[in-house]
Nanobody, 129 residues
Framework: QVELAESGGGAVQSGGSLRVSCVASGYGWQRSDYVMYWFRQTPGKEREGVAALDSRGQTSYADSVQGRFAVSMDNAKNTLYLQMNSLKPEDTAVYYC?????????????????????WGQGTQVTVSS
């Protein structure tokens, strides 16, 4: 069993920055066994992929956040981060951390929301114009 706990969400003005975090824990947790993901969701819409980070450090980003967001992980703290810069009102969403044991697929991961194995509870990010 793996548990994921996000934190760091909040309200920020357009153009600002915010960093959200996700701590992984649990009996089944081992960094090398999982690819880590950030997804986001707004009411009435499907959960969409934002960023991915595999155990070798390979990253992938949605086109909408490329160049503005950066995903990283502190393996010693078992903590996944998403640094969000130049935020826009359309970035407003609940941000979810996910962990999945499947091999990283850079061309398909963004459609994997329905089948990601573990999710955190989410953290709200609100960007005002």
């Amino acid at each position: 069993q793996v548990e994921l706990a996000e934190s760091g969400g909040g309200a920020v003005q357009s153009g600002g920055s915010l960093r959200v975090s996700c701590v992984a824990s649990g009996y089944g947790w081992q960094r090398s066994d999982y690819v880590m993901y950030w997804f986001r969701q707004t009411p009435g819409k499907e959960r969409e992929g934002v960023a991915a980070l595999d155990s070798r450090g390979q990253t992938s980003y949605a086109d909408s956040v490329q160049g503005r967001f950066a995903v990283s992980m502190d393996n010693a703290k078992n903590t996944l981060y998403l640094q969000m810069n130049s935020l826009k009102p359309e970035d407003t969403a609940v941000y979810y951390c996910g962990a999945d044991p499947r091999a990283f697929n850079i061309g398909r991961w963004q459609s994997w929301a329905p089948t990601i194995y573990y999710w955190g509870q989410g953290t709200q990010v609100t960007v005002s114009s």
